[in-house]
């Protein structure tokens, strides 16, 4: 699939599309980027793309014509136009798994106070990547490429993508690696040992701890087996008992 990102700033794309899981994407020709400068299309000699609002109030606002001359430099009959926007929604992995399956993406990157209205409704759809405000759209457009990439099929193991946090509305349950024992601290044994029905029983009873912990939002309506509820109800005792769920291998 292929991302053009309108932006003020192309060079800050060079380090994100050079290193690591996105750089060999775009080497295996699974993804492309493009970045196109806004400026390019400013209607001044002075490559201005900016100006004050109407009505008055602080800051500079980006102009619609130097963004819809953007976007139709690169629109093809598929393209599907997003702009980052606090204004949106907070972004979540069900929408990377949505947007994974377009083939053209064009990202508006708003900058300054943000952007002409009439440049909001050349678009399809707003993206935030939270409820903050940053003070461009660069980053938060790199997150959402990010998380798109990642999905595409041949960039990482499908394995690796099968029990991430978030898909089936849970955490991911906790990993560990060499060496087993570091400053006291030891792996928990069931994970040493080769008894995978186990080890999946306690990697799900982990990934339900892992989010009534951080984000027990995420459960909030959502349908548990037979299993997972009996897994909770283990974690529950555990947890009255005083024990860290971690440690206990009783599944
Ligand atoms: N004055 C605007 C904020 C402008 S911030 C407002 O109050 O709504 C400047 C630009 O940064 C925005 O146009 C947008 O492209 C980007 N941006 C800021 N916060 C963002 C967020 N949470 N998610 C995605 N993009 C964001």
Redesign the pocket.
């Known amino acids: 699939m292929k991302f053009s990102v309108l932006t003020l700033f192309p060079e800050m794309y060079s380090t994100f599309c050079g290193t690591s899981i996105v750089k060999h994407a775009i080497e295996r020709g699974i993804t492309e980027i493009e970045c196109i400068n806004i400026r390019d299309f400013s209607n001044n000699k002075f490559r201005h793309i900016d100006d004050t609002p109407y009505g008055g109030g602080a800051?500079m606002l980006?102009q619609v014509e130097p963004i819809d001359k953007a976007i139709a430099s690169v629109r093809q009959e598929n393209s599907y136009v997003v702009?980052?926007?606090?204004?949106?929604k907070?972004?979540k992995q069900a929408d990377a798994r949505r947007l994974m399956n377009k083939e053209h993406i064009v990202i508006?990157?708003?900058?300054?106070?943000?952007?002409d209205y009439r440049a909001e409704e050349l678009i399809d759809e707003?993206?935030?990547?939270?409820?903050?405000?940053?003070?461009?759209?660069?980053?938060?457009?790199m997150?959402v490429m990010d998380s798109i990439i990642r999905l595409q099929k041949g960039v990482i193991r499908d394995e690796s993508l099968d029990e991430e946090s978030f898909d089936n509305a849970l955490l991911e349950y906790p990993q560990f690696t060499k060496p087993a024992e570091y400053k006291g601290r030891r792996v928990p044994e069931i994970l040493l040992g080769g008894n995978h029905a186990k080890i999946r029983l306690w990697r799900k009873k982990m990934a339900l701890y892992e989010t009534l912990k951080y984000r027990k939002d995420l459960l909030r309506g959502r349908k548990f087996s037979e299993e997972e509820i009996r897994l909770l109800h283990q974690l529950k005792k555990e947890l009255e008992e005083g024990k860290d769920p971690l440690y206990t291998y009783e599944v």
């Open positions: 800051g980006m702009l980052m926007s606090p204004k949106a907070p972004y508006i990157c708003g900058h300054y106070e943000g952007l707003k993206i935030s990547i939270g409820d903050y405000v940053l003070s461009g759209g660069e980053v938060a457009s997150v």
